[in-house]
Structure formats: C-alpha cells, structure tokens
C-alpha cells in the first residue's frame, strides 16, 4: 500500500512541476514574447540557402485565444525564402548564395519556382555556387542554376529519369479478411485501384507515364538550359547511367568541379577577395528572410492583393498550415472581400483535394468573392480534386509546368472486416425497426441496397464537380467528362485541354491580379491566420515533445510520411475529391 501511495505521490508531484512550469513559461513569455529577433547583416556576406526548415509555401499566422502575447507569425515559408532572395538582388551586403549540401524536402512546382527566382538573381551579376556530398535528382535539379557546380571527390550523382511504384492489396485482403469496400466514378480515379486488383490497369499505366514523362521533360528542359547540354544528350545520360561517379558527371559537364567542401570555400573567398585563412560573412536564408519581412521595404500605397494559402489536405475544420479547413478559409476570403484596400485575391493552392464537402464549402466563398474582386489561383505542387474543385471557378487560373492538377473524380472506401471475423469465430445479426435503419456495419458483408446508395451519392457529387468545371472554365458537360474520369495531368498538359489559363508562376499570377483589379503599385497580405485554443498551447511546450516529433525520431523521415498517409486516409469521412496517389519525386 505505501509503495502504490509513493507512486502516486510521485505522479502528482510531477504533474504539479509540470502545471507550474507551464504557467511559468506563460508568464516568462509575456514578458519577453514581444521582443523581436535581430538579425545583422555584414558587409561582403554570402546567404546560405540552407531549405531543411523549409516545406510549405506559407508558413503560417498563429493567433491564441485569450493569449495575443504567444499570436506568432512565422517567416520560414517558401514564399518568404523568394522574397529574400529578390531583395538579395539589390543588397549591397549581398554578394553571392551558396547552396552547401542542401537538403530540401520541397516539391517539384516549389523547386522550379525558387529555381527560377535563382535564375533571376544571377541577373544582377551576383554569384550562385552550389557543393554537396551527393546529389539526388530533385537536388541537382535545384542546384543545376548555380554558375559553379561542386560534388564531392567520393560523392555520387543521381540522374536517372523518373518512376513509380504501386502497391496492390487484393491478395492479401483475401487472405487476411480485411477489405475495403470501394465506391467510385472515374476509370482513372485509381487511388482505390489497389483494393481492386493485383495489376496496373491500362488507363492507369498510361496516365502515370504520360504525366511522369511531362514533369521529365520540363526538368531536363530547365538542366538544358542552364548547363548548356542538349535534351537528347541528358536522356542518354539518364538512360545510361553515365554521371554516377564524380568523374563521369564532370565529363558529362553536369558539374564543373571535383572537390572537398573546404576547396569550396575556398572558391568563396577567392570571390570575395577574403584572404584564405579569414572567416567570410555569412547570414542564413532564414534569417535574412525574418529581416526582409520585418524591415524590408514596402510600396508606399494602400492598394493590397491578399495572397490565401490553400495547402495540405482538405478536411473539415478550422484548419493549419497542413490541413485546408472551411474555418480559416472562408473568414480569410470574407475578411479579403470585406477589405475596401484589398483590390484582388490570389489563391495559391498546394493540395491534393481530400472533403468535397468542404471543397464545396470553399468554392462556394470563392464564387461569391469573384463577384466583387479578382480572384487569381496560382498552383503549386498539386491542386488535384478537391484542390482543382476550390480553383475552378477562378478568374484565371495559372499552373507550373510541373504541377500536378485535374483528377475530377470522386471515391468513397469503406472497410469491411466480415470474413475475418468469421474466420475467428465471430458473426453478426442485426434487430432493426425499418429496412435502411442499420446503415453499414463493418461485421456485415456490403448489401446491393447500401451499395446503390452509395453509389448514388458518388454519383451525383461528380455530376456536381464536373458542373462547377463546366461552369468556371466555360466548357461543356461533355467536354469537361470526356478530360475527368479522375485522370491527373501536368501544368504543361493542363493548359493545352483548357483546365489551366496560363503557364507561370506566383510572381506571374500578382501580375495578372494587378492587371485584372486596374493597379499598379500594391502590397500584399498573407492568410490566413489560424485561431488556437487553450489546449494547442502544450504541443508547443519544451518539457512535451509533440508526438509528430516523437514518432519521427523513432521511425526516420520516410516512415512517418507512411503513418501520415494511413492517418489521413482514417480521418477521411464523406465522398472524398482526392488525387488518386500520392507523388514524391526525388
């Protein structure tokens, strides 16, 4: 007995420290929470275009209920990292960016988009210097902008082509008596194409090569372009595998030096005209981007288009930086109609659909805001289904040749455990009062009657979705069918069938915003903010780790991506508008 009073004494003094701690931290933080970081930036400096902190287009407004003192606006966004390197183009203290052993876990639509603000930056006779240990084919496509390219003396080089590889599971649900049960309309709507067979189907296997070969040829035109090497020459490269070796790929003129990384620096200095036993000036890309956005320059005009990031997957909610929830939506568009400064919207959209009920919901907002002032999309990665639904209905409507849009289809999948249950002993009955009072069970096979249903409500939330394709890109019923069926296509491809207006990027999208709303000179504003509650304080606390954070340092980066899928596909409720598979080009 006084060991288990021990114990729970223990607990309850732990837990004691811990309230205690935090409110500490509350009051500490509203003491010292409104000092702003300082961020210097030294003669002759040289940026480090380091992207690990860097995943989403827009970082995010966090605002706490009952406590502003913790409302935290974060600055490591991509968006954030493009305006820095444009005013990079005229800082004085600015000379050159080194992109050193870059690891980036961006897309590709973001990589060509700071890519090409790269390109730009060169423009102003400053200098781009790359070195890595290794680099994968997402990481040289990045870093092939750089004037000097530098690989390791024992570094590797990938440069292949592209691929993908599908998981089937019909076998095994048979085997292990766990189905899933699948509703859906579109022959290429093949996210659920696993559950179903144990082979690609055709019209799978032709969309995923056409749209890898799309995004291939848009990378190898960029590589092209800037090393000065024919297009036919780099697919002779990739199909050979003839730039493995340090050696073969400076042979191959896809690097321009072997070297160590202190040789690289040594380059730098040499630049700078640093002697060589002196440390030279360097600022981080973060912090010089949390510089630009809190001291640098704004147009001395009231004109504002509002830029509203849509990323992540659509649920339903308020919503984060991760997740486009109706919540933070809807009030960042209402508040953007509202707003007699701001004269034009662009949604920039990074999503690959998830609720169409939501998506609805967003869509709706969008119509209603059009109606009042321009609304400009701007597509990043993907903005398939329900990412394609909320953009839609856009006064115009601009892709990266890379992006991955389109899949208009619409599936619902629903699991089904009746044959294991019964292989263990298991079985069920239902007692119920009228003939669709039990709704489905997971411990019953699907009946022809819930399945019509079912079918049913697909049905006619893809009659709804081709309807709202129709109208906003004003192209017939049949015309918008007959490009649906949930096939996904590339920017590139997009604009040729008439769901995209124009190939380009955010910058180009502000433009046509300007242009669309009668502007010159503007600002821009970020949303949305996102509204916190009392219980969103503790995953930020220091004594407790997010399980995110847990978890990835368990199972590695790669694993945990895998249990964000199966929590996403859980938390899927309703006909989901969902891209059909989930891309990762490396």
Known sequence: MNFLKNVFSTVLGLFVFLFILFFGFIIIAALFGNNEKTVTVKDNSVIELNLEEVTNDYAGKFLYEDFEFLNEEKTNGLSDIINAI???????????ISILNNISLLGMAQS???????????????????????????????NSVADTIYLNPVGEMDFKGLSSEVMFYKD?????????????????????????ANEMSEANREQISVLLNSVWNSVVADISKSRNISVDRLNEIANGLLARTPEMAKAEKLIDKIAYEDEYHDGIRKALKVKKDEEYNTVSIID???????????????NTIAIIYAQGTILSGEGDVNIIGEGSMRRSLQKARKDKNVKAIVLRIDSPGGS????????????????VKPVVVSMGNVAASGGYYIAC??????????????????????????KLTNNIGIHTEQVKTHQNAAGYSIFLPLDEGTKGTLQESVENIYKVFVGRVAQGRNMKFEA????????VWTGTDALKIGLVD??????????????????????????PSYEKKFGDLFGGMPFMKSKESFIKEEVGEENYQMIEQIRRMSAQKGMQALLPYEINIK
């Open 288 to 302: 010089y981007a949390h510089k630009n956005s809190t001291t640098g320059k704004k147009p001395a005009t009231d």
């Open 112 to 142: 060509k988009a700071l890519r090409d603000k790269l390109e730009d930056f060169k423009k102003s006779g400053k200098f781009v210097v790359a070195y890595a240990n290794s680099y994968s084919q997402k990481e040289y496509y990045l």
């Open 356 to 371: 169409a009920l939501t998506s609805d919901l967003i869509w709706r907002e969008i119509e209603l805001t059009k109606k």
């Open 172 to 196: 095994f649900q048979e085997k292990t008596g766990i189905k899933m049960e699948v509703i859906r309309h579109g022959k290429y709507k093949s996210a659920v194409e696993p559950y179903l």
């Open 86 to 96: 444009d005013a990079a183009k005229t800082d004085s203290k600015i000379k050159g």
């Open 393 to 418: 209905n856009a006064s115009k409507i601009f892709a990266e040749e890379t992006t991955i849009t389109g899949s208009i289809g619409v599936f619902g999948t629903l699991p089904n455990i009746t």
């Open 502 to 527: 124009k190939i380009g990027g955010m910058d180009d999208a502000l433009k046509e915003a300007a242009k669309l709303a009668n502007i010159k000179e503007y600002k821009t504003a970020d949303f």
């Open 480 to 487: 918008v069918d007959s490009i649906a069926q949930g096939r």
